[in-house]
């Protein structure tokens, strides 16, 4: 059977639950369950259990799935679950020490229980579903987590030079970084990648290096340049929501990177702060709140 699309999953969760769900919750369960009909019906009805938690019968179900292979797969599986649900096998390959031509015989293995998939060209490798690649990502001990993390940042760093996608190669090793709880480093490389993402045109993805560089800047204890304060992370920040069609979140971005300043500091600066405030408002409206920025 075909899987449900946005709207069909929509029908199900309300038939499920006996309420419209709110769009942010229908997008969750959407992204998660793929449209899979079974895991939209489980996780609808866990709620309002946490929306972080798998229902018992859908996690039993995945387990059993990842419990087919051999002990030996299933430790490879753990492993490539930390670098994400789409496998880079060279990454995995220096992250695990395994020569290639064991590496792809247990990846060929997981192919055929099922676990994993071979990606449209035929090159890649990835985990069925999303789900599967999150129960599988649970099963790695936290301890063990973060220094795999740590592990795959460093195979990706070295594919840094010349790379021609560095902006998403940025992405990932700051996502990992972020993940291993390094604090430092994930500031410095979100904002890298949130720069690199932003001169590419890709706004969204932008925000998202950019918003969580600002979670991590009250943790990490080495400035990132001079030139770059909080208030200037957050004009940047604003800047990518706008561009993403976001002027509610612009307006609340700027509006913080303007309190960040005093009056006396650079008034020049702080000019072109509220320049940019008030063309966020008059694109987003409401217009009348334009003029006295």
């Known amino acids: 059977l075909p899987r449900l699309n946005r709207t069909e999953t929509e029908e199900v969760i309300q038939a499920v639950t006996g309420n419209r769900p709110a769009a942010g919750l229908a997008s969750s369960i959407y992204q998660r369950s793929e449209g899979n009909a079974f895991f939209v019906e489980e ?3 866990a709620l309002p259990a946490e929306r972080g938690a798998l229902p018992t019968s859908v996690r039993e179900v995945l387990l059993a799935r990842l419990r087919t292979p051999s002990e030996e797969v299933q430790r490879l599986l753990r492993v490539a679950a930390v670098g994400g649900r789409t496998i880079d096998p060279e990454a995995l390959s220096e992250v695990t020490a395994m020569g290639h031509d064991r590496l792809f ?14 990606g449209d060209g035929g090159d890649g490798f990835g985990f069925r579903h999303a789900l599967l690649h999150e129960v599988a990502l649970s099963e790695v001990l936290p301890g063990e987590r973060e220094r795999l993390h740590l592990a795959f940042a460093e195979v990706l760093h070295k594919r840094l030079e010349g790379a021609p996608d560095r902006a998403q190669l940025l992405g990932r090793i700051a996502h990992h ?3 291993a709880r390094d604090a430092d480093k994930a500031l410095a490389f979100s904002v890298q990648a949130g720069n690199a993402a932003f001169d590419v045109g890709a706004f969204d993805t932008a925000f998202e290096h950019f918003e969580r560089a600002l979670s991590l800047w009250t943790s990490a204890n080495v400035p990132l340049a001079p030139e770059l304060d909080r208030a200037a992370l957050l004009e940047r920040t604003a800047a990518a929501a706008h561009f993403a069609g976001d002027d509610d979140r612009a307006i609340a971005f700027m509006t913080a990177a303007i309190d960040e300043l005093d009056d006396t500091d650079d008034p020049v600066r702080l000019g072109l702060l509220y320049e940019q405030l008030g063309w966020y408002h008059f694109m987003g409206g409401p217009r009348a709140d334009a003029f006295p920025a």
């Open 43 to 45: 996780l609808s009805r």
């Open 105 to 118: 015989k247990l990846l060929r293995v997981a192919v055929a229980d099922n676990v994993l998939v071979v």
């Open 177 to 179: 970084l972020w993940a």
